[in-house]
């Protein structure tokens, strides 16, 4: 915590007791965010910073079915705890305890420590009372409000414009892990899959796909774009999950390459060689911020791009400011004016970074 005089701190955060985890000694220690690849992916740093602060502890990290994909990427993760955990559900059955299998599971793991990561946006509270069940005797997390003994190092929260990232960092910061620096990283299998089309070609990636459609840049603008590129004389992938193929065909068009059902894996080396990628506020974005790829990105006003922005890679971020944001809206009631953005100023947003990556003019 930050050296405050008592009296403008609140209880919780100095109660008897209260002091830095010893986590040089610990054996287990347990990572909580099960939220999308992205959320994951920004990760990274905190895994980066507990290695250094616990070289011996085992660290683990309790992750959706949707984001555990992204945590092979990380090579400090060395297990994964896949669970839907009921504060991310919108129905439960009344009556039902749909945390119970979790809860036997993470008892039986017998961590030292639970750190539960959250956006500004989201409580620590519910996962604090699993890991409390569980038996796990330190607890830490962040929140503007007061949650009671359920944390057992509870942090006030940082400003909410604060980048997700430093947001993470600084909890660690607070309860005595150094950063040991905020840049995303991700590990490339080392037998990942490229498709041959791609192989030795100069190419971009364009990826329309994102989780709700209020984060979707129309698809015939992603389609324009693939046709500038492709007279740029680049190669263009097409990227999306096989329940996206048809978006994928319809952007793709006759001069695309549509590529759906990608690994994560294999989609990170496809990414790593691209010379420019193009798409939404999605976790394609985080995971090229992660392997160093270029990116434009496409910000719908769902969120605030101050947290989100990549910071690792070149990148441009292209949004319109309205009122309405952030409004994290799964389908947009308005016509989308925070996406109000032409080809044309996407294309030239793509030449920029492949420019001053290549030192060399772009048509």
Same mark, same amino acid.
């Given at each position: 915590?930050?050296?405050?005089?008592?009296?403008?701190?609140?209880?919780?955060?100095?109660?008897?007791?209260?002091?830095?985890?010893?986590?040089?000694?610990?054996?287990?220690?347990?990572?909580?965010?099960?939220?999308?690849?992205?959320?994951?992916?920004?990760?990274?740093?905190?895994?980066?910073?507990?290695?250094?602060?616990?070289?011996?502890?085992?660290?683990?990290?309790?992750?959706?079915?949707?984001?555990?994909?992204?945590?092979?990427?990380?090579?400090?993760?060395?297990?994964?705890?896949?669970?839907?955990?009921?504060?991310?559900?919108?129905?439960?059955?009344?009556?039902?305890?749909?945390?119970?299998?979790?809860?036997?599971?993470?008892?039986?793991?017998?961590?030292?420590?639970?750190?539960?990561?959250?956006?500004?946006?989201?409580?620590?509270?519910?996962?604090?009372?699993?890991?409390?069940?569980?038996?796990?005797?330190?607890? !830490?997390?962040?929140?503007?409000?007061? @949650? =009671?003994?359920? &944390?057992?190092?509870? +942090?006030? *929260? $940082?400003?909410? /414009?604060?980048?997700?990232?430093?947001?993470?960092?600084?909890?660690?910061?607070?309860?005595?892990?150094?950063?040991?620096?905020?840049?995303?990283?991700?590990?490339?299998?080392?037998?990942?899959?490229?498709?041959?089309?791609?192989?030795?070609?100069?190419?971009?990636?364009?990826?329309?796909?994102?989780?709700?459609?209020?984060?979707?840049?129309?698809?015939?603008?992603?389609?324009?774009?693939?046709?500038?590129?492709?007279?740029?004389?680049?190669?263009?992938?097409?990227?999306?999950?096989?329940?996206?193929?048809?978006?994928?065909?319809?952007?793709?068009?006759?001069?695309?390459?549509?590529?759906?059902?990608?690994?994560?894996?294999?989609?990170?080396?496809?990414?790593?060689?691209?010379? !420019?990628?193009?798409?939404?506020?999605? @976790? =394609?974005?985080? &995971?090229?911020?992660? +392997?160093? *790829? $270029?990116?434009? /990105?496409?910000?719908?006003?769902?969120?605030?791009?101050?947290?989100?922005?990549?910071?690792?890679?070149?990148?441009?971020?292209?949004?319109?400011?309205?009122?309405?944001?952030?409004?994290?809206?799964?389908?947009?009631?308005?016509?989308?004016?925070?996406?109000?953005?032409?080809?044309?100023?996407?294309?030239?947003?793509?030449?920029?970074?492949?420019?001053?990556?290549?030192?060399?003019?772009?048509?």
């Amino acid at each position: 915590m930050p050296d405050l005089p008592a009296d403008l701190r609140h209880p919780a955060a100095h109660r008897p007791g209260y002091g830095d985890p010893e986590w040089s000694s610990m054996r287990r220690i347990l990572v909580v965010r099960p939220d999308n690849v992205g959320d994951v992916l920004m990760t990274g740093p905190v895994f980066r910073a507990l290695r250094a602060a616990a070289p011996h502890a085992s660290l683990d990290l309790l992750a959706s079915p949707g984001g555990a994909a992204a945590a092979a990427l990380l090579p400090e993760v060395d297990d994964v705890v896949t669970a839907s955990v009921s504060w991310q559900q919108l129905d439960l059955v009344p009556g039902a305890d749909p945390d119970a299998d979790l809860v036997a599971e993470l008892t039986a793991r017998d961590h030292d420590a639970a750190i539960v990561l959250t956006s500004f946006s989201q409580s620590p509270w519910p996962a604090a009372e699993l890991a409390r069940r569980a038996g796990i005797g330190v607890r !830490v997390g962040t929140s503007k409000e007061f @949650g =009671g003994a359920l &944390l057992t190092h509870w +942090v006030p *929260a $940082p400003p909410d /414009e604060v980048h997700q990232v430093d947001r993470m960092l600084g909890l660690l910061a607070a309860v005595g892990v150094p950063s040991q620096g905020h840049t995303l990283h991700a590990r490339v299998p080392l037998d990942a899959h490229v498709p041959a089309a791609l192989d030795l070609a100069r190419y971009a990636v364009v990826a329309p796909g994102a989780s709700c459609p209020s984060r979707r840049w129309p698809p015939e603008r992603f389609a324009a774009v693939v046709r500038g590129l492709a007279e740029d004389g680049l190669t263009v992938a097409v990227t999306g999950t096989e329940r996206e193929a048809e978006l994928v065909a319809a952007v793709a068009g006759d001069v695309g390459l549509p590529v759906t059902g990608l690994e994560l894996g294999d989609l990170a080396a496809v990414l790593t060689d691209a010379e !420019v990628v193009v798409a939404n506020n999605s @976790g =394609g974005v985080h &995971l090229a911020d992660a +392997v160093g *790829a $270029p990116v434009v /990105e496409l910000f719908a006003g769902t969120e605030t791009v101050d947290q989100y922005r990549p910071r690792s890679t070149r990148a441009e971020v292209l949004t319109r400011p309205v009122s309405c944001s952030p409004c994290r809206q799964l389908v947009c009631p308005f016509d989308q004016e925070c996406l109000a953005i032409g080809p044309d100023e996407v294309l030239a947003a793509s030449r920029r970074l492949r420019r001053v990556g290549m030192d060399v003019d772009v048509a």
